[in-house]
């Protein structure tokens, strides 16, 4: 689908990767793609075509029952076999991408007042990643992690990645759209 969408200058402005997953399994769940300037994939279904459990084929869209869509779409598995979705979709956007890979207290940071922010710098975790990165806690500006985090929600597309068993790092994906691809 990414492949098609390129070619044809088309885009879902939702922050849903999708590589390895069908859109089948994306919107079923209700929760891909959701931030504070996108949708949810599922809120892009404009039509969705299934066989239900005695193997009756239906088809629900925005144009006939509006009230039913999103429902529909977000399945959670029990609406039967989907078996064609129809997306709606926009012109496709130019983007500057702005990723960065940091240590999970920089992404998120804690406010500078909140109880314990101090003794969180003396973490063995903490200290160990900005020693590898030559860094020492002094490095640490809280005031400007917490700008950057406020800006980060704003953008037209904002992701967060954390892995609890590598634990430290935290991977940011952000970007911004700067008009259509012409």
């Not at 390129?6 to 922050?15: A, D, L």
């Not at 597309?157 to 068993?165: A, G, K, L, R, T």
Request: proline fraction near 4%.
């Amino acid at each position: 689908m990414r492949l098609w969408c390129i070619k044809n200058g088309y885009q879902y402005k939702s922050n849903v990767i999708m590589v390895e997953v069908n859109v089948c399994g994306a919107i079923g769940t209700c929760s891909h793609g959701a931030g504070i300037n996108t949708q949810t994939l599922s809120d892009y279904i404009y039509e969705i075509e299934f066989i239900d459990h005695k193997g009756v084929r239906h088809t629900i869209s925005k144009r006939t029952e509006p009230e039913l869509i999103l429902s529909a779409a977000s399945n959670l598995g029990l609406l039967g076999i989907v078996i064609y979705v129809t997306l709606e979709m926009e012109t496709l956007d130019i983007i500057e991408f702005q990723p960065r890979n940091t240590y999970k207290d920089f992404t998120v940071p804690w406010p500078k007042n909140y109880p314990n922010a101090e003794a969180r710098k003396n973490r063995p975790e903490y200290i160990k990643w900005l020693q590898k990165h030559g860094k020492n806690t002094n490095d640490l500006d809280w005031e400007n992690n917490f700008r950057l985090f406020k800006e980060a929600i704003h953008k037209t597309y904002c992701e967060w990645f954390y892995f609890p068993v590598e634990g430290v790092h935290v991977f940011e994906n952000c970007f911004n759209t700067y008009g259509k691809k012409t």
